[in-house]
T-cell receptor, first 114, second 108 residues
């Protein structure tokens, strides 16, 4: 199993450009998440999807949209990138096993917006 | 809204010394999780605590959940260079809220 995969690994955008970050998991998990990680601020939840066909806003959703394409895939779209969106983006999926909700993270996408 | 604070932000220790990071929430938590992120890597789940006053151990790591379920700690005994990384706590209910992390460096 590959676990959680993310593409691309690195991306540089100019202000105003758009792009989609891709995430896929092969663990048959129902829940998937998008986080951003900024220095000194830990991980902040952007959007999550509790199941196929549903999405909900997290702590910092402004400037982003998501699509839960199917059970495996959860994409994050920046319609008009801004320098404030420079960050490392992590996708995660989770399963509840023996009462523990364990999140499995992808390797991350390092995004720079100029 | 729920906030999770973590201290210290950085900790540098000599190999063999102990290390502790603390996590405090502004509200009562239903559970708390701990993650480790190696430099350049992604967060990896370590453990979840659910019960008031719960203590769990993983080899040299000891995790505690406070009686009021508002604070938690991670203690590493006799640190090794392999312990290097950033340790995050994350609390629920609702959205998982992560602390800012404690970055541990270990001098051989």
């Amino acid at each position: 199993n590959a676990g959680v995969t993310q593409t691309p690994k690195f991306q540089v955008l100019k202000t105003g450009q758009s792009m989609t970050l891709q995430c896929a998991q092969d663990m048959n998990h129902n829940s998937m998440y998008w986080y951003r990680q900024d220095p000194g601020m830990g991980l902040r939840l952007i959007y999550y999807s509790a199941s196929e066909g549903t999405t909900d806003k997290g702590e910092v959703p402004n400037g982003y949209n998501v699509s839960r394409l199917n059970k495996r895939e959860f994409s994050l779209r920046l319609e008009s990138a801004a320098p404030s969106q420079t960050s490392v983006y992590f996708c995660a999926s989770s399963v509840i096993r023996e009462g523990t909700d364990t999140q499995y993270f992808g390797p991350g996408t390092r995004l720079t917006v100029l | 809204g729920q906030q999770v604070m973590q201290i210290p932000q950085y900790q540098h220790v000599q190999e063999g010394e102990d290390f502790t990071t603390y996590c405090n929430s502004s509200t009562t938590l239903s559970n708390i999780q701990w993650y480790k992120q190696r430099p350049g890597g992604h967060p990896v789940f370590l453990i979840q605590l659910v019960k008031s006053g719960e203590v769990k151990k993983q080899k040299r790591l000891t995790f505690q959940f406070g009686e009021a379920k508002k604070n938690s700690s991670l203690h590493i005994t006799a640190t090794q260079t392999t312990d290097v990384g950033t340790y995050f706590c994350a609390g629920q209910p609702g959205d998982m809220r992560f602390g800012a992390g404690t970055r541990l460096t270990v001098k051989p």
